[in-house]
């Protein structure tokens, strides 16, 4: 069946693609900004007001120069790899195991596990009893406290036990007559099945480990142990660029270079995400809409 196009449908699609062009653009702008001052002379950059459409003359890539010289860079990005990396791997395969038993029928008290694992998403201990918990286990100055108090998130828990119990329950019987346990069902059968939420997880908990910065600074104290993002909240907070490098040419014009070194930590810092999600990206729809079609 063919539809007429009428004049208010045609209004609307032409306002609908203004607002989001409009919305893209705002998006993109700053990214862009950031990407060319990165590459732009620090003289200019010193003189120039408002956005930085293309580099400016003569471009450079003195700022990257300066930024991997520095050994903290490469420590932060290699401890911010291995966080990101063992967090998520760990996060992915609990956040299965949890949304696979809490979508079981038959697991007693089910329903009060789920409110009280909720509960947390709206309550919990506070800074200080966290504090003092990571302190009693011995994971001050240890990278276990960056990786494993937030390598879960009830939010994602949701999501995956939602998608498993859209799954039907005939395969897991059908499974279980063939002498199969919970351990092969869960990985063999349920796990290929919502690969497109898992996927969505996958992402989630990169991005999140990735700009996360705030438990390392409470509870590392060691500069070798610091994830990258700390590192660039030092740039960019305490406008400290001290220890990008000791060569007297930087050390000379530390003012100067100031600017064009923020501007290549924050391109250094978040280029990683931005290659990766274009791969995930097409499941993210998928997966995010099977969690949320049941409660």
């Known amino acids: 069946m063919v539809q007429r196009r009428t004049v208010g449908k045609t209004v609307f699609d032409i306002i609908n693609f203004i607002v989001l062009v409009g919305i893209a653009f705002a998006c993109i702008m700053p990214l862009w900004h950031v990407l ?26 003195k700022g990257y120069e300066l930024v991997f010289q520095n050994k903290n860079i490469t420590s932060g990005y290699a401890n911010t790899i291995l966080y990101v990396t063992t967090s998520t791997v760990l996060g992915v395969l609990l956040t299965a195991i949890a949304g696979y038993v809490l979508s079981r029928k038959g697991v007693k ?6 409110f009280l694992i909720t509960f947390t998403m709206m309550f919990n201990g506070g800074l200080v009893p966290t504090y003092m918990v990571i302190r009693d286990l011995g994971w001050i100055n240890s990278r276990l406290a960056v990786i494993v108090p937030t390598c879960m998130s009830v939010f994602n828990i949701v999501i995956m036990r939602t998608s498993i119990q859209a799954i039907p ?10 002498g199969a346990g919970h351990m092969t069902i869960l990985f063999k059968i349920i796990l290929p099945l919502v690969k497109a939420t898992t996927a969505v997880l996958v992402l989630f908990y990169a991005v999140q480990h ?15 142990l610091y994830p990258l ?36 930590t924050v391109i250094v810092a978040t280029a990683p995400i931005l290659v990766i999600y274009p791969f995930v990206q097409k499941y993210f729809v998928t997966g995010v809409m099977i969690g949320s079609l049941k409660g």
């Open 36 to 61: 060319m001052a990165s590459f732009s002379d620090p003289t200019m950059l010193a003189r120039n007001e408002g956005v930085i459409w293309w580099p400016g003359q003569p471009a450079t890539l």
């Open 109 to 114: 008290w089910k329903n009060i596990i789920m």
């Open 169 to 178: 329950d005939s395969l897991e019987e059908s499974a279980k007559l063939d």
């Open 210 to 224: 990735w700009n996360s910065w705030f438990n390392a600074m409470i509870y590392l104290q060691k500069r070798d």
């Open 229 to 264: 993002q700390l590192i660039l909240r030092e740039i960019l907070v305490e406008n400290d660029i001290s220890q990008i490098t000791s060569s007297a040419e930087a050390t000379d014009t530390l003012n100067l270079y100031k600017p064009l070194v923020q501007y290549c």
